[in-house]
């Protein structure tokens, strides 16, 4: 790890902390007050610096706004019952990071860097950890392209910066989806697994449409056919149908979330059958016609276990059984945050204390 000794620190002369209203904590809009950031030239990453959260400077030839060669990541810092910072499952974002780094021809950041420059940001920037129930410190790890030039060809210089943000919920209520036909996220041998910006815009035309009939996001169907359950914009999916946990493989076209993971490692660990594996469109509408889909459910950093409560598909909605009765998907949110706070054993090592 990089000691604290290698990062630069300039912290803020005065905190903007008390500006922040912990009862109302919107998502992603409020910013704490220092950031990490590293430079990739010559083939190295150096200058590790925190200074303040401010504006960066770029010039309009840079070609990460033209072309969009970039990754990032997001996790979350939390107060366990003893008032300690810790991180969820922060390596497994490492891991995931470095492998959207390599689809987008970005330089792989060393674990020491990640680990050592996240650490000391979150040490700093704690007071801003909220401890309201459904806050946390949202961390956003990002990597993009610097160079001036418009060519197109890898950048040679990268910039490594890690920002945090307090969140309240990203989704403030059971949300309605779309199954989505027409529109494609995703392909084999495309960058579906990879998590860059590119994926997320060309998401929001066919979510816009889909917000417009009133359904709060899409869920997504292959490429090729439009015959298979993808994932959806802001979180993976998943189907609880006569009583087995049923989720799709992830592979070349849906993310590898990490609370997707922490979700069937939960389910398996209590006896529940999970299946990975193709779930047909057509399966899923045949279960919700029979009333034989119990749950449905989002998986995801931001919106953590999201309640799905009505799914439309080809001009139909079908209604998911009420959210108080969801055995399942309940139990993971509960135990996932008694993880978190440290009420119940983390027998997966999924805490990382900051
Ligand atoms: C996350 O869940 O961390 C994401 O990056 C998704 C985005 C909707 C905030």
Redesign the pocket.
């Known amino acids: 790890m990089i000691e604290t000794s290698d990062i630069n620190t300039h912290p803020v002369a005065n905190s903007r902390i008390s500006e922040l209203d912990f009862d109302n904590i919107p998502f992603g809009r409020v910013f704490s007050d220092h950031m990490f950031v590293a430079e990739y030239d010559n083939g190295a990453w150096k200058n590790f610096e925190i200074r303040p959260y401010e504006f960066l400077s770029l010039s309009p030839a840079n070609t990460i706004l033209h072309y969009g060669q970039s990754v990032f990541e ?1 996790m979350k810092a939390y107060k366990n019952m003893k008032g300690e910072a810790i991180l969820f499952r922060p390596l497994d974002n490492f891991v995931r990071l470095n492998k959207s780094a390599v689809r987008m021809c970005i330089p792989e950041l060393p674990e020491e860097l990640f680990m050592g420059g996240l650490t000391e940001l979150i040490r700093l920037d704690a007071q801003w950890i909220p401890d309201r129930p459904g806050t946390s410190l949202y961390v956003r790890p990002f990597i993009f392209a610097s160079d001036d030039y418009i060519g197109i060809r890898p950048s040679d210089t990268y910039k490594f910066i890690i920002f945090t943000c307090p969140v309240g919920a ?1 989704y403030s209520q059971p949300v309605s989806v779309k199954i989505e036909t027409k529109f494609s996220r995703a392909f084999e041998g495309g960058t579906g697994y990879a ?1 860059t910006g590119g994926n997320y815009a060309s998401s929001l035309f066919p979510a816009m449409l889909a917000q417009e009939k009133g359904y709060h996001q899409l869920v997504w169907t292959d490429g090729k056919s439009h015959q298979y359950i993808e994932e959806s914009g ?2 993976n999916v998943m189907f609880v149908i006569d009583g087995k946990l049923i989720t799709p493989p992830t592979g070349d076209t849906i993310l590898k979330g990490v609370t997707r993971d922490s979700a069937l490692t939960l389910a398996r660990d209590w006896g529940y059958t999970v299946e990975e594996r193709k779930i047909a469109v057509d399966e899923v509408v045949e279960a919700l016609k029979a009333g034989s889909v119990q749950e449905a459910f989002g998986t ?4 953590t276990i999201a309640q799905i409560a009505e799914i439309g598909h080809e001009g139909v909605d079908y209604q998911l059984p009420p959210v108080e009765g969801r055995i399942l998907s309940n139990k993971i949110l509960a135990v996932l945050d008694d993880i978190k706070l440290g009420k119940v054993e983390d027998k997966f090592n999924w805490i990382y204390k900051v």
């Open positions: 997001g990203y998590k802001t979180m995801g950093t931001a919106a």
